[in-house]
């Protein structure tokens, strides 16, 4: 049996953090999973649901048929390395870490990735729909939401070989999922998307003023779920940067579907 002194000194980090690489964070959080957790005999579906849940986000990541997405193309592989994932309770923080080994990033993977996250979010009633048969209880996570973003990330490595990611862009990312419940989606500007490549796909940029820690940080939201906003709520929360560039037209997708 280990003495409790090695177990604490198993939990220690080593003196010194990695370097810093650049890295992509993005937290996505289930609305609601209290209620879900404190319905009866939960203990026998939770683990299924979150494996659901995690699989949905998976397939927007490593690729497979994201059924609802509407469309009958699988979606392929993005061009990233493989992310750490760490569970954190009622959702996931997951971490891109930019090494010399896999080089830059390659940017216009991240479009991919934000229409991929977008189009899950928006369409999170199809995934608990899915699973109903599995996870027979009435009140599931409604929406999920999602918070992404770019910078510098260090490790903390620990005796015990656990590896710890901490990071600006990881405390932003986190914050970026709950700014706004009423969108579910937003990503810092600093993922480095041109504008007109977002005007394309129907996302603006404009200020969030009031997150905890960032004052006045540069975000990419859906347009039209802006225009939407409740009027106190938008300036309350948001200033436009210059004039936002019309909503597409009626009947055109938001945010097309990510190709394949």
């Known amino acids: 049996m280990p003495q409790a002194a090695d177990v604490e000194k198993s939990w220690l980090f080593a003196p010194q953090?990695?370097?810093?690489?650049?890295?992509?964070?993005?937290?996505?959080?289930?609305?609601?999973?209290?209620?879900?957790?404190?319905?009866?005999?939960?203990?026998?579906?939770?683990?299924?649901?979150?494996n659901h849940v995690f699989w949905a986000v998976s397939t927007c990541i490593q690729g497979g048929h994201a059924y609802w997405s509407g469309s009958?193309?699988?979606?392929?592989?993005?061009?990233?390395?493989?992310?750490?994932?760490?569970?954190?309770?009622?959702?996931?923080?997951?971490?891109?870490?930019?090494?010399?080994?896999?080089?830059?990033?390659?940017?216009?993977?991240?479009?991919?990735?934000?229409?991929?996250?977008?189009?899950?979010?928006?369409?999170?009633?199809?995934?608990?729909?899915?699973?109903?048969?599995?996870?027979?209880?009435?009140?599931?996570?409604?929406?999920?939401r999602f918070g992404l973003a770019r910078g510098s990330i260090y490790e903390l490595h620990s005796a015990g070989g656990r590896v710890e990611h901490v990071g600006f862009c990881i405390n932003l990312a986190s914050r970026l999922q709950t700014y706004c419940r009423h969108l579910g989606f937003i990503a810092s500007a600093r993922i480095g998307l041109a504008g007109e490549a977002l005007g394309e796909h129907g996302y603006c940029k404009v200020i969030a003023k009031r997150i905890?820690?960032?004052?006045?940080?540069?975000?990419?939201?859906?347009?039209?779920?802006?225009?939407?906003?409740?009027?106190?709520?938008?300036?309350?929360?948001?200033?436009?940067?210059g004039p936002i560039n019309p909503a597409p037209a009626p009947g055109s997708p938001t945010a097309p579907p990510a190709a394949p």
């Open 72 to 144: 009958a193309d699988a979606y392929r592989p993005l061009n990233l390395p493989n992310p750490t994932a760490k569970f954190m309770g009622d959702g996931a923080l997951l971490v891109w870490n930019e090494t010399d080994a896999s080089g830059d990033f390659d940017r216009a993977e991240f479009m991919f990735l934000a229409n991929r996250l977008w189009t899950l979010k928006s369409n999170f009633d199809k995934v608990n729909t899915a699973c109903l048969d599995k996870v027979p209880v009435a009140d599931l996570p409604p929406r999920i």
């Open 17 to 50: 953090a990695s370097r810093a690489h650049n890295g992509l964070a993005m937290v996505f959080d289930l609305e609601g999973f209290s209620d879900f957790f404190n319905q009866a005999d939960v203990h026998e579906y939770i683990a299924t649901y979150l």
């Open 212 to 241: 905890p820690g960032f004052p006045k940080e540069v975000v990419i939201v859906d347009r039209r779920e802006l225009e939407q906003l409740d009027a106190d709520v938008r300036a309350q929360l948001f200033d436009d940067i």
